[in-house]
């Protein structure tokens, strides 16, 4: 066994070409949360697998680094020592627009780099008895009715000998690919591919980067979300120092922008609050930021002709940042997939297993995406957050209940106080 606390960059575990000759049970294509959960839970269950990322890790990801207390009590249900033990914990959200703020405290969040959560998790997969193969890009899965597995086809260099790119078979593919799931579906009949995403027209791009330890006074345990005209932005101190920027942008707002960066500093001028500790723009404007793929999306949980591909986490749909989805959703539908996979006699039928996973989806998410979407139309209406501002810094019963919605923290004993 290899301790996980030794794998927060794990290495490979096996060779492409050495994984091209295996029968895989469950092949899961990307190792953020919902991937790397998805196959230490299959691993643990003696199922097969095999973990696959384009990247090797640690890579960048745009993410707020905030755990909820959903995250939280994910990881717990993982194990004990899910949760790395260097997470900071998060006290507090100051909200801030149009020059105004108010600070609300909040139980049982954390604060955490992707670059540790992500290691940490691939690591204990691991150690579960999952194999892990970074740097492999998947390109296509074929489902074929009239085959035994399904085919994942895979490139890059970590993927590619004088055979050409491989082919892997599994039983099951898990797409856990995240908003930039392109990988292509084919059902073995002439029909060609399958309908892959929808994106929402209105839908907001991502927006994030690191800015260094001393770019402002943040303290540790605050997020700051700044809410401008054209999206808004979180602010938090990581357990290293640095400090986590992480935004949701109207695209036209970014268009209009010379660089995201400018788009940020933008936002912050705009929702500025003295009071708030806030980078200035100097430090914005020298940071290296990223953009996500547009965010609010939905695509089939089950595909192939055999219903052997399954999405999982942000591949199957995603709303907004900061609206109470994220990590933890992506780890909850993680557990309910590898439910629905895994009978106590052993792996179940396709057929059953994507109706098992279908159902408790659906029972689980369907409420829990409306509140989403109601929690992003607010943080579009000025006129909303500047409410909950007034509320949360005049009535501590009302902060309360806006600051599970802004965390996506479920608890109701968050206590407030406004300042
Ligand atoms: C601006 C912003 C702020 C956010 N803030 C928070 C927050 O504070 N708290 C929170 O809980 N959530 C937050 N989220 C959401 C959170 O980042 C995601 O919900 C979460 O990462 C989803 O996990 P996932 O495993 O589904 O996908 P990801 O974490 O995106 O992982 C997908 C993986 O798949 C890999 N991959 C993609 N395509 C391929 C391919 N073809 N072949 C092989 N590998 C592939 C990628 O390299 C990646 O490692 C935020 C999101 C955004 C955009």
């Excluded at 954390?110 to 997969?125: I, K, P, Q």
């Excluded at 995201?260 to 929702?271: E, K």
Aim: charged share 20%.
């Amino acid at each position: 066994m290899i301790a996980p606390s030794q794998l927060s960059a794990p290495s490979a575990t096996i060779a492409a070409d050495t994984a091209a000759d295996v029968d895989w049970q469950a092949v899961v294509v990307g190792a953020g949360p919902a991937g790397a959960a998805t196959a230490w839970r299959l691993a643990a269950q003696g199922v097969r697998t095999l973990l696959i990322d384009r990247h090797a890790f640690p890579r960048a990801k745009v993410c707020g680094c905030c755990l909820s207390s959903r995250a939280v009590r994910e990881l717990e249900l993982l194990a004990p020592d899910a949760l790395p033990a260097a997470a900071v914990r998060l006290d507090a959200v100051r909200l801030a627009h149009r020059g105004r703020w108010a600070r609300i405290s909040l139980p049982a969040g954390r604060v955490v780099s992707r670059d540790l959560l992500d290691g940490h998790l691939v690591g204990h997969a691991i150690s579960a008895g999952c194999h892990w193969l970074p740097g492999v890009h998947v390109s296509a899965v074929a489902d074929d009715a009239h085959e035994q597995t399904a085919r994942v086809t895979c490139s890059g260099d970590a993927a590619t000998t004088g055979r050409g790119p491989h082919a892997l078979r599994a039983g099951f593919v898990i797409l856990a690919a995240g908003l930039a799931d392109h990988v292509r579906i084919t059902n073995g009949s002439a029909s060609g591919a399958e309908p892959a995403r929808h994106i929402a027209t209105e839908s907001r791009i991502g927006v994030g980067g690191i800015l260094p330890a001393d770019a402002c006074d943040l303290p540790d345990g605050e997020l700051v979300m700044a809410v401008g005209r054209a999206g808004y932005c979180g602010l938090v101190r990581l357990e290293d120092g640095r400090i986590d920027v992480a935004a949701a942008f109207d695209r036209a707002a970014i268009a209009r922008s010379t660089a995201p960066g400018q788009a940020i500093a933008a936002l912050l001028a705009d929702a500025g609050a003295s009071a708030c500790p806030l980078p200035d723009t100097d430090a914005v404007l020298a940071a290296a930021f990223r953009v996500t793929p547009p965010l609010t999306r939905h695509a089939p949980l089950v595909a192939g002709a055999a219903r052997r591909i399954l999405r999982v986490g942000d591949a199957a749909g995603y709303v907004e940042p900061f609206t109470g989805e994220g990590i933890g959703w992506a780890m909850t539908a993680a557990r309910i997939l590898s439910g629905a996979l895994v009978a106590p006699l052993g792996l179940r039928s396709p057929a059953e297993a994507a109706h098992h996973y279908h159902a408790a989806h659906t029972r689980v998410f369907g409420r829990l995406h409306a509140r989403c979407s109601l929690v992003a139309a607010g943080l579009r209406r000025p006129a909303v957050v500047a409410a909950a501002i007034t509320a949360a810094r005049a009535l501590p019963l009302a902060a309360r209940m806006v600051a599970p919605v802004v965390i996506g923290s479920e608890s109701r004993r968050a206590s407030a106080c406004a300042s």
